[in-house]
């Protein structure tokens, strides 16, 4: 069963945004901590951004701090990531998660979505 599901992905120039979204079943949803991973080319999946179950706390990786943010909207059953400022080394498959807790990493993660790519061209 797929639970959760990305969209927004796309082609962009350098300096452009973009914003991913995250379909995920109610349970999940309501119950777990999410987030999004990406795995660039010839690379380790990596951690890109973390929101509490409530929404009330976020985290990011450094690479991407004051330039993404994660959001929650109750309304959809949503994860938002809004990129702004894109790199080209932001070009990866961004798979959106669900974890039952803390450390939010790739091997705790419970939950993931078949990916959307993202590509920043120079």
């Known amino acids: 069963q797929v639970q959760l599901v990305e969209s927004g992905g796309g082609l962009v120039q350098a300096g452009g945004s973009l914003r991913l979204s995250c379909f995920a079943s109610?349970?999940?949803?309501?119950?777990?901590?999410m987030g999004w991973f990406r795995q660039a080319p010839g690379k380790e999946r990596e951690f890109v951004a973390a929101?509490?179950?409530?929404?009330?706390?976020?985290f990011y990786a450094d690479s991407v701090k004051g330039r993404f943010t994660i959001s929650r909207d109750s309304a959809k059953n949503s994860v938002n990531l809004q990129m702004n400022s894109l790199k080209p080394e932001d070009t990866a498959i961004y798979y959106c998660?669900?974890?039952?807790?803390?450390?939010?990493?790739?091997?705790?993660?419970?939950?993931w979505g078949q990916g959307t790519q993202v590509t920043v061209s120079s």
């Open positions: 998660a669900a974890g039952p807790n803390w450390p939010f990493i790739v091997s705790s993660a419970g939950y």
């Open positions: 109610g349970h999940i949803f309501r119950s777990y901590v």
């Open positions: 929101i509490s179950r409530t929404g009330g706390s976020t």
